[in-house]
Each structure stands twice: as C-alpha cells, then as structure tokens.
C-alpha cells in the first residue's frame, strides 16, 4: 500500500469506532425521551436528509475542492457540533427535536467526507482495481469492528454511565480523526474543467450514472437496500425490546453479531470476487441479504435474530467492498465526487423513506410488519439489478477503463497499473 494508506485507515477506523457508539446509544437515547415509533423515525431520517438536499452538489463541490482539507475540516466541524447536544444532556435539556437537528447537522458532516474519501482513495492507489479492493476490504473490515462489534455495547456501557458520556467519547473520535486525515499526502488533482455552473456540473455527474446500466445498478442496490435496513434499524430496537425480551445489553450484542458478520464479509469479498466473478458475486450477496432478514422477521427468540443479522452483516459487508471497488476503478477521476455522491444520494435520499415505512407499517399493523416488507423488497431488487450488474458488463468496463487510461506516476509504494480514464 502506498504511503498514507495506514493513517487513511487508522482515522475512518478510530471515526467508526465513535460512530458505533452513536449506533448504539442514539436510538437508546432517543427511548428515553420517547416511545412512539413515528418519533424515533423522525431522529433516524434525518441524519440521511442532507443526502437528499445537497448530495448531488456536494459531490460537484468536492470535485472542486482539495479532497483531503474537505475531510479534515468536516471531522472537526463534527467535533465541535456534538458539544450542543452535551451541554444539552448535562443540563437535561435533550428532546427529540434537538437530537434530530444534531443527526441532521452531522449528516451535512458526513456527506462532505465520505463523499470527498471516496474520490481520495483512488488518487491514492492509482486506481488499481487489485489495490483498491485490498483498501476497501481493510476499511469496511475495520469500519465494521468498530462501529458495529465494539463500538455498540460500548455505546450502551458508556450511557449507563450519563447520556452524555457517549455522545463526547464520539466528538473525540471525529477530532482525532480529524488530527490523522491533515497528514495525509497531496495526491495528484484532475486537469480542472472549463468552469461551468456548480449546477450544470451537478448535472453531468448524475447523467453519468443515469446514462451508465452498470453504475446505475450499483447504484440502485444500495438505494432499495436502505429503504429495506432503515425500515428494519428504526423498529429494531423496540422489536427487541419488546418482542425478544432484549435488554439495553442485549441490543448492543445483536448489533455485535451483525458486525461480526459483516467482518467475516468484508475478509471474503475479494476471494468471492475472484470465484464468481465481481457481478454474480453481488447478485449471491443481495440474496443472502434479502433471506437473512426474511429470518430475523421470523425469528422466535434473540439467538435466532442474532444469527440471522450475523448472515445479513456478511452479505452487506462482501457488497460494500465489491460495489464501491468497482465504480472506483472504472470512473473517471474528474467525476470521482460527483458520481460518488450521486450514488450515495440515491441510496441515502431513500433512507427516509424506510425510516417512515418502518414506523408507519409498525404502528399500523405490528413490529414484524416492516422486517417482512423490507426481505421482501431486497429480494425483488436482486432481481431486477441482476442483468444490470452482471459479469459481462463489469469485464467491459474494466477493460474500457483500462483501454482509455492515461499514464500516471506511481505513488509511493504502489505497483504501477494504468487507472481509469480522466475523461469522458
């Protein structure tokens, strides 16, 4: 790996440690304050909003700014954000609508860094297919421990101690995060455009994706996909509680063994990558979603649910590694932000969505309700995206991009491969 690639690691994987904390304790949070299920899809949606409002212009706005300052500057506005809601929780000042404004704000955060991330990553490594999934599999595996197997019973550990207490441990994480991301090396910037329009250039970027079947397919996964996990993660908690009979512990083990899960995917991805081919293997991984969450609806008691979100971690976990691996090899580097964004956009605009259907099919019917509504649209979209994604369009791809490459300098430390295209 390349000089950076280390201290690249240690920021997202100390920030995913803050982040499972979160995890864990914001909807435990948000319990106290209220028990209506309505409410806490208020909190749960608006940290996705932004993705929604902005996303497509915050990837045109990365694709104009230095990538690693917009990390190191959003981490620390992070930082200094979660202060509100600890001055809040010390004087018993925190209600709903403050934690949805603080979830909302942060998410503005979010959109900034990871978007930026995504398009300084492939920079690093020279766009090498073989290098970026190796990353991708190190920073999903790491993102993975922290913020679903540790992160989430220390979360419920450390709001036993005050409400307070995790909501600091994860302002710290963002400024340490911060600290790490403004050492990392310059890496080369795309020849600049003809200046347009922020807008028009917004435009081009999401035409990219919509023009392309393969993006758009892997962009649709993960759109379907959360409008399914948000239905389910917003009556998770309540469903274990009162269904399950899980206490506040207990919750943060069903989300450790969901991490589990996804870290044992993330291992395996390249290997399934390898065996089946970059898009069979996706097509497998949204089925093992899909009939993981049919199990958990099913489920009669926490072990069972507990498997059941351990198989489903594994298929998310090999999906986040594949997918994002992909696009990054085979789009240009000058529309690196923007098609990111875009593709993060759609799946996180439909976040919302599933948040508000998991508490409206929960309040109208009961809470297994939206877990079976959410298995049954994971697998429909599996079905749908299956031709959009598959092997023979992925092969083209990779090969196009390696055709139209342009030579560029080896970063340090990196074996030398042509990257994808810096054109259209």
Avoid: K
């Avoid at 949070?29 to 309505?38: E, N, V």
């Avoid at 995504?118 to 993102?143: F, M």
């Amino acid at each position: 790996m390349p000089t950076g690639f280390g201290r690249l690691w240690t920021a997202q994987t100390v920030s995913s440690l803050g982040d499972g904390v979160m995890h864990a304790a914001l909807p435990l949070l948000a319990l106290t304050l209220t028990r209506d299920p309505m409410a806490l899809a208020v909190v749960t949606a608006a940290g996705t909003l932004p993705w929604l409002l902005f996303g497509v212009l915050g990837g045109a706005l990365v694709d104009r700014w230095d990538r690693r300052r917009t990390m190191w500057v959003a981490d620390a506005a992070r930082a200094v954000l979660l202060v509100i809601p600890v001055v809040a929780a010390a004087l018993d000042l925190l209600s709903i609508a403050l934690l949805a404004a603080v979830a909302f704000l942060l998410g503005i955060g979010g959109l900034f860094f990871d978007t930026a991330a995504t398009a300084y990553l492939p920079d690093l490594l020279r766009r090498d297919p073989a290098l970026l999934e190796r990353a991708n599999s190190r920073l999903r595996g790491a993102q993975t421990a922290m913020s679903g197997f540790a992160g989430p019973p220390a979360g419920s550990a450390l709001l036993a101690l005050g409400r307070a207490v995790p909501l600091l441990a994860d302002a710290v994480s963002f400024m340490v995060s911060a600290l790490l991301v403004r050492t990392l090396p310059a890496v080369p910037r795309p020849a600049p455009e003809v200046r347009e329009s922020l807008l028009r250039q917004a435009r081009a970027g999401a035409s990219y994706v919509f023009r392309d079947r393969l993006l758009l397919g892997l962009a649709l996964r993960p759109a379907v996909g959360n409008v399914a996990f948000l239905a389910v993660e917003t009556v998770l908690a309540l469903f274990a509680h009162d269904r399950l009979g899980v206490d506040t512990f207990g919750f943060g083990l069903l989300l450790t063994a969901e991490a589990t899960g996804g870290l044992l995917g993330a291992a395996i991805a390249s290997y399934l990558g390898r065996r089946l081919g970059t898009g069979t293997a996706l097509t497998c991984t949204a089925t093992v979603e899909g009939l993981a969450i049919l199990g958990l609806a099913a489920a009669p008691n926490a072990y069972v649910a507990g498997l059941a979100l351990a198989v489903c971690g594994a298929g998310m976990g090999a999906t986040m590694v594949l997918g994002p691996s992909l696009r990054q090899a085979i789009v240009p580097a000058h529309l690196m932000g923007r098609v990111a964004s875009t593709s993060r956009m759609l799946s996180m605009c439909a976040a919302p969505m599933g948040a508000f259907l998991g508490g409206w099919l929960a309040t109208a019917f009961d809470l297994r309700t939206p877990l079976y509504a959410a298995a049954a649209m994971l697998l429909a979209m599996t079905v749908v995206t299956a031709s959009m994604t598959n092997n023979r369009r992925v092969e083209a791809a990779l090969d196009a991009a390696a055709r139209d490459a342009a030579p560029v300098p080896p970063a340090p430390g990196a074996p030398v491969r042509e990257g994808a295209s810096q054109g259209v």
